[in-house]
């Protein structure tokens, strides 16, 4: 089994996109790659192997054809391009009664980057770039899902998921204790007084909000975020490690470390020369990361990993394998 990182996807210009929007950024404090490693324990699956794509798209056909070679005689391939509440049992059983060498999920937008490749597939790969191209000669119909899917490929996809999961449309929850409704709180949060938190609101761990600061509605303010005095934040999202300064208004934009992305147009301003934003330093407090309560292998290679998850800007990051 095999997850794939995704092509950072930002409909603004090239030169501004730094640093680039990646679905490996949790949402309302979760994180899309231990949720589908959930999905993918219930099969019983063996082994697992985590890298990221390079930038232009293509997949690493010749690391996926190895694997053939190494005696793999079937393959499931997630791409984090989106959020699904998929049966992946059902996929395996689809795949099988349809005998087709290669399968690819669906549902009514199309390909959901989850997909099953056979020995033979596998093989193919070591010549084809894409294993969609694979698919289309295969002329098999692809697993059609029907259930809960969102895409989270660009800034504005990712706040759309956001109001479901606030809004209790899927089955996604916030990571923190639900306070009152629809406002959920995380751990070693630091709300001041007059400080104002409308639902439905996600703020995360250690995330301060300061005097006369406005959270809410439809807002996620990640972990070890700050929100300055009299700044409001609505129907946006806030990555982890921003300071915001004082008497901002933030509506319609995601916010990541000095740099603010308009949702709806996708142009991306850098909020840093005028010190209205900037990335906090991280916190050095995680010596213990590894040495306290036991850890299953699952978060064990998924917090190895996320620092390096990203894509970087030329070649795939190194396949990591895990056996379970």
């Known amino acids: 089994m095999a997850l794939q990182g995704p092509q950072p996807h930002n409909r603004a210009t090239r030169e501004n996109l730094q640093p680039r929007y990646s679905s490996r950024k949790p949402i309302l404090g979760n994180d899309i790659l231990q949720l589908w490693m959930e999905r993918v324990r219930k099969l019983g699956v063996r082994n697992l192997w985590l ?29 984090l391009k989106s959020y699904a509440e998929m049966d992946l049992a059902d996929l395996v059983r689809f795949h099988c009664e349809s005998r087709s060498s290669v399968t690819e999920a669906h549902d009514a937008r199309g390909q959901l980057g989850v997909s099953l490749l056979d020995k033979l597939a596998l093989d193919r790969m070591g010549t084809e770039r894409e294993s969609s191209r ?37 089955a996604m929850r916030p990571l923190g204790t639900q306070v009152r409704e629809q406002v959920w709180i995380g751990e070693g949060v630091n709300l001041a007084d007059s400080a104002r938190v409308i639902g439905p609101t996600y703020i995360g761990a250690h995330t301060t909000v300061r005097a006369g600061a406005t959270v809410g509605p439809f807002a996620s ?66 010596k213990q990361a590894f040495s306290e309560a036991p850890v299953d292998v699952f978060s064990r290679a998924a917090s190895a990993f996320a620092c390096d998850f990203v894509p970087s800007s030329t070649t795939a990051q190194p396949w990591l394998q895990v056996q379970l």
Do not use: M
Not at 61 to 78: P, T
Not at 234 to 254: D, F, K, M, N
């Open 221 to 286: 303010v990640e972990h070890d975020c700050v929100v300055d005095c009299g700044t409001t934040v609505e129907r946006s999202t806030v990555l982890p490690y921003t300071y915001l300064a004082p008497g901002l208004l933030i509506r319609q934009g995601l916010v990541d470390g000095g740099y603010l992305e308009d949702l709806n147009w996708g142009a991306v301003a850098d909020l840093q020369p005028a010190g209205l934003g900037s990335r906090i330093l991280q916190r050095k407090a995680r």
């Open 51 to 79: 890298t990221s794509a390079p930038r232009d798209g293509s997949e690493a056909c010749s690391a996926l054809a190895a694997l053939a070679r190494q005696g793999v005689e079937r393959l499931l391939v997630i791409k």
């Open 134 to 170: 694979a698919a289309t000669d295969d002329g098999r119909p692809p697993y059609q899902f029907n259930g809960y899917a969102k895409r989270i490929l660009s800034a504005s996809e990712r706040q759309e998921l956001v109001g479901d999961v606030l809004t209790g449309a899927c």
